[in-house]
């Protein structure tokens, strides 16, 4: 589905992300997690050409990323950028419509096709109540469905997430999981997403990768990664790890010694 | 009867906070649009009514559909009518051209007078008029020609992924400073021929007739054509350059397209009327409070209100003076300039943001 060989990307002496080779199959849901500022989101938007590597390339359905055109590359792909303008004044469905945008011809209208494809997205995201309601009078919660409805309407084969439940509530944060499941069981939407909640991410996806300094250090089951040598050497804390139905947890004990 | 009544109102399940079924802008974006049209015409209407002779609606008639050689004839047919119909063009042009500028620049103070592409325009023009008067009819396109590099060169110096507020100005300054000395120079070095541009210099449509109407119309017409074309770019924009490209969308072509577009518009508005400040400022700024930013309205409504402001401001400037006639470029700077001051002093706080 996306594949990247060896990138290598450089925002400056200070920080490069190195020799990124990831291979994300159809319908899976993966987690990017690490400390801020160890490049997930730079590694997000590398995938979705916001920015081009130094060298290595990105694969998009068995086609390089940087000979497609953009139109054709939004068709496919579609990414929730960290920071987003919450100030629009754009009424929830006219924002979802923007999602059809890279369907569209130049100036065309919307056909039905758009509309209903568009109706899909507001219903999945349960805002068929907030149509017309302009994007800043929402609370955090369904502002953040608004963006993910506009996202989907893309109708994108995979969707990137770059922190999409921080600054929600907890109950918001799991409503945004959920969804991001639904999406994955019934629409088989493979899902890419940086996520801070590490047991979140143990318990909504099935394969987690960890980055620090710009680097790749695991890439397993949520099984795997969360070890208490990869709490020691990634973030730097002691965690006690436990079980509960089939998942793995943890809980934060102390600050340990750096790794 | 219960004398301790609990005043506690709940709330069935329909009450709540309050559904729309359409958008909740949409009567007030039709009511503006509406009474902005009408407001319009009668005011061209008085306009044509107005001034050193006044005349009744059905002289005007007379002297519209009449075309017998009576004074209404003359006043109306041949002194106001180009008059009205270019300061409404002109308005709209402006107003469109600033509109379209502050959505490519994101920055709500981008007017072509105050940033200096209205000067770009006038120095070409100027330069036209007093050295290669043969190629007068070449004007509004020599005047697109120097808004569109000066409004590159403005792009350049003051994009950083936006434009901050004090950066744009600053910018502005700097270039209308400059121009204004490339202005002066030539001033002196053709003072024999600095009387014909003084009065365009001054921003009016003193003298226009039918001459300058039929030079500018089609570059009015193609370019209003054009502008429309700008509304979807904007909004696409408005979502921000990430989002914009991550939905398809070509940002940089759009927004080159767009510098092109209220250059051309500024550069038709400069070549007849001069340097005309702060219509496209104080027009878009207004309705956009009004009816909110969706340039599928607000770009229309700008162009309605610009052409509604220069007429009215034309009218009073040259009847309320009599027998002295204003240039209505003084007296909009007149109204404009607190306006643009008021804005600047509103955004005080985070004032490096965009
Ligand atoms: N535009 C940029 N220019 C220079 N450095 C940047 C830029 N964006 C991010 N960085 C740096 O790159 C590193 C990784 O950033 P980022 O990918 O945003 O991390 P994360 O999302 O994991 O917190 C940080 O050290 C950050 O300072
Ligand atoms: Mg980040």
Known sequence: MLVTKRLDFEHSTAFQLEDINLSIQKGEIVSLVGPNGSGKSTLLRLMSRLISPKSGEILLVGKAIKSMKTEDVAKKLAMLPQMLDHQLDLTVAELVEFGRYPHRG????LTTEDKKVTQWAIEITKLQSFRNRMLHSLSGGERQRAWIAMAIAQRPEILLLDEPTTFLDISHQLEVMEL?????????????????????AARYSERMIVLKNGKVLYDSTPTDVLRREMFQSVFGIDANIYKESGKTFFTPMKLGKEG | ????????????????????????????????????SITL????????MAGAVSFSISEIWNGLFDSSDTLERRIVWDLRLPRVLIGVVVGMCLASAGAILQGVMRNPLADPGIIGVSSGAGLVAVIIMIIYPTYIALLPLAAFIGALVTALIIYALSWRGGTSVVRIILVGVAINAIIGSFMSALMLLYSDRVQAVLPWLAGGIGGVGWVQFK????????????????????????????????????????RFFLIVMST?????????????????????????????????????ASALGGGLLVVLADTIARSAFNPIELPVGILLAFIGGPFFLYLIQRRRGPVAGH
Do not use: C, W
């Not at chain 1, 130049?106 to 209208?109: D, G, M, N, Q, R």
């Not at chain 2, 009450?15 to 649009?33: M, N, S």
């Not at chain 2, 054009?226 to 350059?241: E, N, P």
């Open chain 2, 41 to 48: 015409i009668l005011v061209s209407l008085f306009s044509l």
């Open chain 2, 1 to 36: 009867m219960e004398s301790a009544k609990v005043n506690v109102r709940t709330y069935s399940a329909e009450e709540g906070p309050k559904q729309h079924d359409r958008h909740p802008l949409a009567k007030r974006r039709l009511i503006v649009l509406v009474s902005l």
């Open chain 2, 215 to 254: 030079m500018i119309i089609y570059y009015v017409m193609i370019a209003l054509i054009l502008a429309l074309f700008s509304i979807k770019h904007i909004r696409v924009l408005r979502l921000g350059d990430e989002l914009a490209k991550l939905l398809g969308h070509h940002v940089e072509r759009s």
């Open chain 2, 264 to 300: 051309l518009l500024a550069g038709i508005a400069v070549s007849v009327s001069g340097l005309i400040g702060f219509v496209g400022l104080v027009v878009p700024h207004i309705l956009r409070l009004i009816i909110g930013g969706d340039y599928r309205y607000l770009l229309p």
């Open chain 1, 180 to 200: 991001v499941k639904d999406l994955n069981e019934n629409f088989g939407m493979t899902v890419v997403m940086v996520l801070h909640d590490i047991n979140q």
């Open chain 1, 106 to 109: 130049a100036y065309s209208k």
